[in-house]
């Protein structure tokens, strides 16, 4: 079993910045990627970004050159650092992590832009 927990989130203006950290723990897991989802009332979720075991990185077009998805591998932690943010931004972050067949998820950040 894993678990993840999140930091991070808050109220920020628009055109400031915030950064989600997501710690993994659990036993005997593997990380094939790790990655922040958002959900946006009455929206569906959507990926965010996503960071794999070899480094490559996605992002969604919304948030490119904005967000920038890094890791710390020993701490299995995974960090998302949001510049330049804006009120369409506004959502539940959701970490998530892929191992194997399994995908894990945290129990969200609210991250609230005001305009």
């Known amino acids: 079993q894993v678990q993840l927990v999140e930091s991070g989130g808050g109220l920020v203006q628009a055109g400031g910045s915030l950064r989600l950290s997501c710690a993994a723990s659990?036993?005997?897991?593997?990380?094939?990627?790790m990655g922040w989802y958002r959900q946006a009332p009455g929206k569906q979720r959507e990926l965010v970004t996503r960071i794999s075991s070899g480094d490559s990185t996605n992002y969604a077009d919304s948030v490119k050159g904005r967000f920038t998805i890094s890791r710390d591998r020993a701490k299995n932690t995974v960090f998302l650092q949001m510049n330049s943010l804006k009120p369409e931004d506004t959502a539940v972050y959701y970490c998530n992590l892929e191992s194997g067949i399994y995908r894990y998820w945290g129990q969200g950040t609210q991250v609230t832009v005001s305009s």
């Open positions: 659990g036993s005997s897991f593997s990380i094939n990627a």
